[in-house]
């Protein structure tokens, strides 16, 4: 059973798993279960997604209930009026906030403006002898995109050289390869926390919270991050 963590008769909204993909692609065809048709047959209405969320990033995603609310939510989106607010545990010392201004290229080559503003949350360093380095540091960063890029965030943070955890291909191979030797951990440290927008419908401030998950709340803990700003599931 998917979570879910807002219903109303325009719109519903899960706490997508990572690793679920939102639909059927024809660039992971060895997917069988899909958020859109996991979604309909639980609560046995047609839902159509207003937005992106990566097969890899868990978190909030957003469906709408009917043709008018799909269409009112995507000019919300189109006009910049929604806001959303991400986690991800990054390689490094981030700085405190920062904006990353880097055009990226659509699959056209054409390139695109693209902005994300983030603050960090916390920093810790651990005890791990890793390559030429006797302790491994790591950053829990807020991360709040002002622009909605494919793999936005995934790519702003690998050119400012601190690749999220478990990210391929644009993260750190010799990171995920210790994650995945030393602690069995292959999932993507980025958590789509929170949607704010105006309801289309009802005219009112609707704040969506997605607690984290299992295993970012795993990865917290052996990191030693003290962090608990959201719940869990």
Request: net charge positive; hydrophobic share 40%.
């Amino acid at each position: 059973m998917l979570q879910i963590i807002y219903h109303d008769d325009y719109l519903v909204a899960i706490n997508k798993p990572h690793g679920l993909l939102v639909h059927k692609s024809m660039i992971a065809r060895d997917a069988t279960e899909f958020a859109v048709q996991l979604l309909r047959d639980q609560i046995h209405r047609k839902v159509t997604p207003v937005h992106r969320l990566d097969r890899k990033t868990g978190g909030v995603l957003l469906f709408a209930l009917d043709v008018e609310t799909l269409k009112q939510m995507n000019l919300l989106f189109d006009q910049g009026k929604v806001s959303k607010k991400y986690l991800a545990i990054v390689r490094g010392y981030c700085d405190d906030e920062g904006t990353i201004d880097y055009p990226l290229k659509k699959e056209n080559g054409n390139l695109q403006d693209a902005v994300t503003h983030y603050r960090t949350l916390e920093r810790t360093e651990i005890d791990v002898l890793f390559g030429k380095h006797s302790t491994q540091r790591y950053s829990l960063v807020e991360v709040i995109p002002e622009t909605g890029r494919m793999h936005q965030i995934r790519k702003h943070f690998a050119h400012i050289f601190h690749p999220l955890i478990g990210d391929r291909p644009h993260g750190c191979n010799k990171q995920n390869r210790l994650f995945k030797e030393k602690w069995s951990m292959t999932t993507m440290m980025l958590h789509a926390s929170e949607v704010d927008f105006i309801h289309p419908s009802i005219g009112e401030l609707v704040k969506v919270e997605a607690p984290l998950q299992m295993e970012f709340l795993r990865t917290l803990g052996f990191l030693r991050f003290q962090f608990n700003g959201l719940g869990q599931i």
